[in-house]
């Protein structure tokens, strides 16, 4: 294999398709990048198993062929090379010269039969979705997936796929994040993608502009991402998640709006006093025109207040901050409501710019 | 004790007088903040006995007095109100309220009396010396201390005060960084300042215009830097340092003259490679107008090549490239020179525009 492309085209391979490398496995090939040269076109691949991600780019092939590198060390020397032509030659023990102005490394590879290629998604159908459309979908569901490996069906997000609708849903057992975005598509179904993944996905997505279209496939056991000469595929959980549309409250009687940089400030700082108790909940005490925000600590003690529009009846409910602060993080409104039942019930929190997303959180027992 | 003055102003000293508060002692005192106000000014004193800080600032004072605040969290707190104007006020129980718009915090202080003040130091003479100045003096020399405690003296930098100049020297076994500047004082001596105190001193510094005049004094036990409204004490480390004047080789008969950058790249690709095995050392071989920086390790090998000007004869000698690399990366001169005598010999680092910089650094046996 014989190859030459521009060093920054090569590194941006290398540093997408590293997201899907594990790092530290007693197996070679897993730590390595799969490299293969044909035609005019170089393909990288890695693949841990549970999520494999391959790019390809133009390059002049001088002689085809594929070789597995190590990741991390391959990454470091391309990153650091000074930004020309990078010359890559491997000979038939895939031994490997990298070669770019006056630097020469060797480094020795392993054959690509010990390497498993990520697997095929072929499917009939699939939805288009634009990229900043999927971005936000992913910010503002992927916080809420559990980390809790003894629910493993919870430490990732569910994907329904309707007609008309896409739907991604996170539930950790104090939280659900629900997003939806409506989709033309003839795809239906669902499927469960692992956190990790969803992780790795938005930090690729997060170079792309949000126009392009990112196409998504699903199989029974897989789930691929594919926008821009990338294909990212990942496992899904298996198992049966939460019907979650069961849990949504509908009637809530009390339902204060406010703004939402304000109560997002205010309550970062009421955390603040909170976090210095073991229980670090903070009491919400929602008047009409006003909310304080409450927490007592051996320590000390804060009173927030922030104005709000009310209607219904006043309450006084207790939170853990961070769940509500972790929402109002994402909801990229510039106002927000929230709606209580009682104090014992949850609550729902959603953008008022539109309604496809829902945030839904327990209050705590207040002292 | 009650004063107002703006939340910027009362979150930047909070921020100074951190870096010298310990982050979990035992006793509550060191992990607090004292505040005094007096006549129109409030100070901050921050001391975790073997460094001290202290900033002033003008203050509308309503009541006089003092408390002592827990440092992390009465900083989290200031930095997160909303930028306007701030309201402090201690009762006799040292019970302290932060108030600022619309947030109301209380906080347990302590008496002053649990506080341990920062040491005078009283001296008839110091040197002046502009903050640009000392910074680069402390950024060459600080990277060279000693992390090793079993010799406790080098894990400090030697501030050598002449009538005519200031030597700033550190020593760590295996490289010196040497820095000299011409100062006119009435200062004569040598003192040992802890790495952790330059680190604090320099972190400061950062923030400061390069023209201020930085006033520094010393005692048997304590050294004093004070500028702009801020004083910072410090114990030194007892003991003798080591007599590095004997150590500096005089004649040098090889002679590469390089370019910094060129060289600093090319080091740190090779390093990369020298890295994978445990020895990590890396051969120069040094010809006339090329020097070759070598790595054979197992998984592979580098050469790296870097045009240099050489008199004197030929030499092949053996490094730890992360030596190399730290001066390299302070030597703040387009071109550097190394001098060498033998292959078991220390090298010499210079830059090429100025003599005030020497950096020695052992040779490693090559394989």
């Known amino acids: 294999m014989k190859f030459t492309c521009p060093q920054s085209v090569l590194s941006e391979a290398i540093l997408t398709v590293s997201k899907a490398v594990s790092s530290k496995s ?5 730590n390595g990048i799969l490299i293969e040269a044909n035609g005019s076109e170089v393909t990288l691949t890695g693949n841990d198993l549970t999520l494999g991600i391959e790019t390809k780019f133009v390059a002049e092939v001088e002689q085809e062929g594929s070789v597995v590198l190590p990741a991390r060390l391959f990454g470091e020397i391309i990153r650091k090379l000074v930004p020309l032509n990078v010359l890559i030659e491997s000979n038939d023990n895939y031994e ?3 070669l770019c102005d006056r630097s020469e490394f060797k480094i020795m590879g392993m054959s690509d039969a010990e390497f498993s290629e990520i697997p095929e998604v072929d499917s009939n159908s699939g939805v288009q979705i634009e990229c900043g ?37 996170a539930i950790d057992g104090y939280r659900l994040a629900l997003r939806q975005a409506m989709l033309h598509s003839d795809l239906s179904g669902k499927v469960v993608v692992p956190a990790k993944t969803l992780n790795e996905v938005a930090k690729i997505l997060s170079g792309v502009p949000d126009a ?10 897989h789930i691929l991402f594919e926008f821009n000469q990338i294909r990212i595929v990942s496992r899904l959980l298996e198992g049966e998640f939460i019907k979650y549309s069961q849990i949504l409250p509908k009637d809530n009687k009390t339902v204060a709006k406010a703004k939402t940089d304000e109560l997002l400030n205010s309550l970062e700082r009421a955390s603040l006093m909170a976090k210095e108790s073991k229980n670090s909940s903070i009491k919400l005490s929602i008047k ?6 409450l927490s007592n600590v051996e320590i000390g003690s804060v009173n927030e207040e ?17 769940y509500l602060i972790d929402a109002l993080k994402v909801m990229e ?3 927000v409501t929230l709606e209580f039942s009682t104090n014992v019930s949850p609550c729902i929190m959603k953008p008022v710019n539109h309604g496809f997303y829902t945030y839904l959180v327990l209050p705590v027992r207040m002292a």
Not at 26 to 30: K, N
Not at 137 to 159: C, K, N, V, W, Y
Not at 212 to 221: A, G, M, S
């Open 96 to 98: 490997t010269k990298i």
């Open 306 to 322: 922030v104005t709000i529009d009310l209607s219904g009846p006043e309450l006084d409910i207790g939170f853990n901050p961070k």
């Open 133 to 169: 459309l999927l971005k936000g979908m992913i910010r503002q569901t992927l916080f809420a997936t559990s980390l809790d490996e003894s629910r493993p069906i919870l430490t990732g997000a569910l994907f329904e796929f309707e007609p008309d609708r896409l739907s991604v849903v």
């Open 26 to 30: 007693t197996h070679p090939a897993l």
């Open 288 to 293: 009409p025109q006003r909310m304080n925000i």
């Open 212 to 221: 392009e279209i990112v196409y998504v496939l699903f199989t029974d056991h």
């Open 333 to 335: 409104s510039e106002w």
